[in-house]
């Protein structure tokens, strides 16, 4: 079974529609975050989520909004997207205490033209 | 505010030598993680190896070990007996106990046969 599994894998779309990308896991963890990776390879947090508290990088646009109805779901929803927004974007869970690493999801690319 | 840095952008190794990837970070607290992560084309984030701050021996993982040297903030990984499936980008992580995980910027590793 996958621990965190994000969907759709693949996502294109036109400027300034909305989209979601999806996240959930099933490892019980306290912590889920939404990062963004760039052409270069730079991983850049948007945002963690903990037991309801939402800790947003301050250079997110707010065009970006995390929803999370239950601990174990973390959904991305995107506004009026923007070319700038393409991007491969990495959903993760982790537990709050302990010497744990962030568990990933397999990534979504979204490409927007 | 937590950062880290992997200077080398790319490295290359001859298959069944050895490499050491460099990463250091910027931290005034005592108490922390630090992790490596390999991504392969795949785009799948794998955990190589973890270190505990607090712990001053080095981990070690099969062909995967870590130099740390905490009073420099430094936590190289080393592999030996490079295999062909061990090209990918690695990044070094680092990880608050408020549980926010930091990346490096990657090192790309090549494998030549």
């Known amino acids: 079974d996958t621990a965190v599994s994000q969907t759709p894998k693949y996502l294109v779309t036109q400027m300034g529609n909305d989209k979601s990308i999806k996240c959930e896991q099933n490892?019980?963890?306290?912590?889920m975050y939404w990062y963004k990776q760039d052409s270069k390879k730079f991983l850049k947090i948007m945002f963690s989520?903990?037991?309801?508290?939402?800790?947003i990088n301050e250079t997110v646009p707010n065009r970006f909004s995390p929803k999370s109805p239950d601990k174990a779901h973390l959904n991305l929803h995107i506004n009026s997207l923007e070319l700038g927004d393409s991007a491969v974007y990495f959903c993760?869970?982790?537990?709050?205490?302990?010497?744990?690493?962030?568990?990933f999801g397999q990534g979504t690319r979204l490409t927007v033209v | 505010a937590q950062t880290v840095t992997q200077s080398q952008p790319e490295m290359s190794v001859q298959e069944a030598e050895t490499v050491t990837l460099s990463c250091t970070y910027d931290?005034?607290?005592?108490?922390?993680?630090l992790f490596w992560y390999k991504q392969p084309p795949s785009r799948q984030m794998i955990l190589v190896i973890r270190?505990?701050?607090?712990?001053?021996q080095n981990a070690t993982e099969n062909r995967f070990s870590v130099n740390f040297q905490k009073a420099a903030k430094s936590f190289s990984l080393k592999i030996s007996d490079s295999q062909l499936g061990d090209a990918a980008m690695y990044f070094c992580?680092?990880?608050?106990?408020?549980?926010?995980?930091?990346f490096g910027t990657g090192t790309s590793l090549t494998v030549i046969p």
């Open positions: 993760a869970s982790s537990r709050l205490t302990g010497n744990t690493e962030a568990f």
């Open positions: 270190q505990e701050a607090y712990k001053q």
């Open positions: 931290t005034s607290e005592s108490d922390y993680y």
């Open positions: 490892l019980g963890h306290d912590t």
């Open positions: 992580a680092y990880r608050r106990r408020s549980n926010q995980f930091y």
């Open positions: 989520y903990n037991n309801k508290e939402l800790i």
